[in-house]
């Protein structure tokens, strides 16, 4: 699962179906992402204050009266809920692409047996991969790391709003992991992928 959509849809289709109100342009949304990456096709949320002047290419959940001139917003009372919300209405329909591409392994990686490693995931020069490791998609490792037996990366993480119910609704994450060069990962540790960007660990 990647943050971008199988096929665009619009931003009135999306308000329509969260019963809220589109105010300004109705553009295409191609994928979800941060705030400060949002650009043409993308849709963010912004918690208080006016939408920033350079998100106002994208489409974004933010109170009424947060709208900059130009911007595309869905209003909402709770943008971070009805951005979750709208995760799930698109993981419906049309779904968020996959990852397609095989594993990109250096020769030199060294895996060990009972291992899985999704697509999207690439692994630099001189890296060890223990046994009964789960590598998942959008995945980077470095060169010359040492994946001990048992970890799991990439795994989705814990981030829940309560719904206007009450209920716990889980973000979906939707992000990868970039480990950097020289890194150590102890046996039987996970590390889960952001929500929308990447986990990071630094060489």
């Known amino acids: 699962m990647t943050t971008r959509l199988k096929e665009a849809v619009s931003a009135?289709?999306?308000?329509?179906?969260l019963g809220l109100e589109l105010l300004g342009e109705d553009?295409?949304?191609l994928e979800v992402c941060m705030l400060d990456k949002l650009g043409a096709g993308g849709l963010s949320f912004v918690l208080r204050g006016r939408v920033p002047e350079s998100a106002v290419a994208g489409t974004i959940f933010a109170p009424a009266g947060s709208v900059s001139p130009g911007a595309s917003v869905i209003a909402s009372a709770n943008p971070r809920l009805d951005f979750i919300r709208a995760q799930h209405v698109l993981d419906g329909s049309?779904?968020?692409?996959?990852?397609?591409?095989p594993p990109a392994l250096h020769p030199s990686v060294k895996v060990g047996p009972n291992t899985t490693i999704?697509?999207?995931?690439?692994i630099g020069e001189g890296t060890r991969i223990g046994s009964s490791v789960v590598i998942k998609a959008?995945?980077?490792?470095?060169r010359w790391c040492d994946i001990k037996s048992g970890a799991i990366i990439g795994e989705p993480g814990f981030g829940f709003e309560s719904d206007y119910d009450?209920?716990?609704?889980k973000m979906l994450h939707l992000g990868g992991v970039r480990?950097?060069?020289?890194?150590?990962?102890?046996a039987l540790n996970t590390i889960?992928?952001?929500?929308?960007?990447?986990?990071?660990?630094?060489d």
């Open 166 to 169: 009450g209920k716990p609704i």
């Open 118 to 122: 999704e697509n999207g995931v690439e």
């Open 94 to 101: 049309p779904g968020f692409a996959p990852a397609v591409d």
């Open 138 to 142: 959008g995945t980077r490792i470095g």
């Open 179 to 186: 480990i950097g060069d020289y890194v150590e990962i102890g």
């Open 12 to 17: 009135r289709w999306l308000s329509e179906r």
């Open 27 to 29: 553009r295409e949304i």
């Open 192 to 202: 889960v992928r952001g929500a929308l960007g990447d986990t990071v660990l630094e």
